[in-house]
């Protein structure tokens, strides 16, 4: 319930704008004007009016020509000066992209928001089977390489405080589940510059990242490979992850991070 000062200043059109987006943030499939009015209790004529706004805006789009709303990269891009540095995206492609002419396979780029990753951009492979994730989706940090690759770079206390938060929740038999496995993970991607996802979230699907820094020595964000365990198999990962961490490293030097060289 809202407080008699907090409805004296309520917008109520600008809550149910606000409170619509919170919920297709949850449902990146998409939901159309009669599910958002039926799930949130909002009149659908209300509803019409603010997602024609929102679409006319660009903040959502219609998925394929179909009824159902997602939320378009608009919003993506207002935020990433706020998770990461604003140029990170920018300077990143073109290496993403010859790093996807030499593997053949899907490159992404994404930054880390709160407990959680967020993809920002995708160059797609060139196989005929490559894997497509869209722009926004929200993944979990102790499964995905990029997740892990964040950690590593955070301090140990800060690292100890997120892990202690997450939820563990177990995608394959592969997933890691213990709280100490997971930090014990982390420090292995701290000492070989890169991460690794071994089928932990999707069967059949392996990733391969590293993290990206700014002028700062911040986290600006991360890179990463995602293929087929036919294409990737085990033996191939050290080579392919050398290849993920000398890119991000590359790009980190564009955002201004100096690489201290150590005789």
Avoid at 192 to 213: I, K
Wanted: proline share 5%; glycine share 6%; charged share 25%.
């Amino acid at each position: 319930m809202m407080s008699s000062t907090e409805q004296k200043y309520n917008v109520p059109g600008l809550d149910r704008a606000l409170t619509i987006i919170e919920l297709l943030n949850e449902k990146p499939s998409g939901l159309s004007v009669n599910e958002i009015s039926a799930q949130l209790k909002f009149p659908v004529n209300s509803v019409y009016r603010i997602m024609s706004t929102l679409e006319r805006r660009n903040y959502v789009v219609k998925r394929n020509g179909e009824p159902g709303y997602v939320l378009s990269e608009k919003l993506l891009g207002l935020a990433t000066p706020v998770v990461g540095d604003a140029s990170f995206i920018e300077n990143a492609i073109p290496h993403m992209r010859a790093l996807r002419d030499v593997t053949k396979e899907s490159m992404l780029a994404g930054v880390m928001l709160e407990n959680e990753g967020v993809v920002i951009e995708q160059v797609e492979g060139l196989h005929n089977f490559s894997f497509k994730v869209n722009p926004g989706l929200r993944f979990p940090l102790h499964t995905a390489a990029p997740g892990k690759a964040f950690l590593a770079q955070l301090s140990l206390v800060r690292r100890e405080e997120i892990v202690k938060e997450l939820d563990l929740r177990k995608f394959t038999d592969n997933t890691i589940t213990s709280r100490q496995a997971l930090l014990d993970e982390i420090e292995i991607v701290s000492k070989l510059g890169y991460a690794v996802d071994r089928e932990e979230e999707m069967e059949g699907q392996v990733c391969v990242g590293a993290a990206v820094l700014n002028r700062s020595a911040e986290l600006a964000g991360a890179i990463w490979l995602v293929a087929p365990t036919s294409r990737l198999p085990e033996k191939e990962i050290p080579r392919v992850g050398e290849l993920i961490k000398d890119v991000a490293e590359k790009i980190s030097s564009t955002l201004g991070y100096v690489f201290l060289q150590v005789a």
